[in-house]
């Protein structure tokens, strides 16, 4: 599939984990507005989805940088969800 009318999509850690998927392309016949429109038509697909995306400690990057809830998207574009890092 091309990336001309979809957004990829990665989940890290433990987000991946509760999902049990990476990666996936998203491809709707629109495209979400920002990252919170896109998070919420991925939280509405059942309950598995609503919880693993509630936390609010959720963070999100797109292209590789930090981005928050009002970023825009375009297609095209990698969005990653990932759980926040702790490290010793």
Not at 28 to 54: M, N
Request: with cysteine; glycine share 6%.
């Amino acid at each position: 599939m091309s990336n001309a009318n979809a957004i990829t999509i990665l989940y890290f850690a433990s987000l991946g984990d509760a999902l049990g998927l990476s990666e996936e392309r998203f491809s709707q016949a629109s495209l979400p507005a920002d990252v919170a429109s896109l998070r919420a038509q991925l939280a509405a697909r059942d309950a598995k989805w609503a919880a693993a995306l509630s936390s609010t400690n959720l963070r999100c990057a797109v292209n590789q940088s930090l981005a928050k809830p009002e970023h825009p998207l375009c297609w095209g574009d990698e969005v990653a969800f990932f759980p926040p890092v702790t490290g010793g």
